[in-house]
């Protein structure tokens, strides 16, 4: 679960089983300080997650200095992924680096040269539609059967994530063509952009579980 703003909804994530739980600095009306972040990520102690944290066009110094002060077990860069900004992070954050590769929703190529990220240092590609002006969070899907052997090809080098639009009347169908190791959640469990509806967020794991036993 991604985007996340509220401290119950962390708690509700962490309850239902999600691996990951996910924090946005980037921008946009998810956008949390550092120390709201840990009031959020705080309600999920004692549960087995790994820590996100969303960042944009920000520097170094700065993703450093969040992910220090939040305790992050891994940055996504949904601003952009340059080989002097892993290099730079790769030798500072011993955490886990995801890159947004974003990819046009109808049916086009992931974008060419993704898989070279996993060698320059990333952990984990993130696959999101591409929506001008943007970095994420649109509800804008991807069309994960035109994607299916391209995303099997990226699995074969290193861990795929999925966004983009998902949601629980979808999901399921998501995991089934497209085979991702994770899937990820935002504006799809949501009532209002950053508040998070626990009966779609238990709609939403329900899913998975039936995509993942298919």
């Known amino acids: 679960?991604?985007?996340l703003t509220r401290p119950e909804d962390a708690a509700l994530a962490a309850t239902l089983g999600a691996r990951y739980l996910g924090v946005i600095f980037a921008g946009g009306p998810r956008r949390l300080t550092p120390t709201r972040a840990v009031e959020v990520l705080e309600a999920a102690a004692g549960h087995d997650v790994v820590r996100v944290g969303v960042?944009?066009?920000?520097?170094?110094?700065?993703?450093?200095?969040?992910?220090?002060?939040?305790?992050?077990?891994?940055?996504?860069?949904?601003?952009?992924?340059?080989?002097?900004?892993?290099?730079?992070?790769?030798?500072?954050f011993a955490g886990r680096i995801w890159g947004v590769a974003h990819t046009a929703p109808?049916?086009?190529?992931?974008?060419?040269?993704i898989a070279g990220w996993f060698e320059q240092g990333c952990?984990?590609?993130?696959?999101?539609?591409?929506?001008?002006?943007?970095?994420?969070?649109?509800?804008?899907?991807?069309?994960?059967?035109?994607?299916?052997?391209?995303i099997s090809r990226l699995r074969a080098v290193g861990r795929v994530v999925l966004a983009g639009g998902l949601r629980p009347e979808n999901v399921m169908q998501a995991i089934r063509q497209a085979a991702p190791d994770v899937v990820d959640v935002s504006s799809g469990v949501e009532s209002a952009p950053g508040i998070k509806d626990p009966g779609?967020?238990?709609?939403?794991?329900?899913?998975?579980?039936m995509g993942e036993d298919a």
């Open 55 to 92: 960042f944009g066009h920000q520097t170094t110094d700065l993703i450093m200095d969040v992910a220090e002060a939040v305790g992050l077990d891994a940055v996504q860069l949904a601003g952009g992924v340059r080989r002097d900004l892993l290099v730079a992070l790769r030798t500072r």
């Open 1 to 3: 679960f991604c985007g």
């Open 123 to 150: 952990d984990a590609v993130v696959l999101d539609a591409a929506v001008a002006g943007k970095l994420g969070g649109t509800g804008v899907t991807l069309d994960w059967a035109a994607m299916a052997h391209e």
């Open 200 to 209: 779609l967020m238990r709609a939403f794991v329900a899913a998975v579980h």
């Open 106 to 113: 109808q049916g086009e190529r992931i974008p060419p040269g």
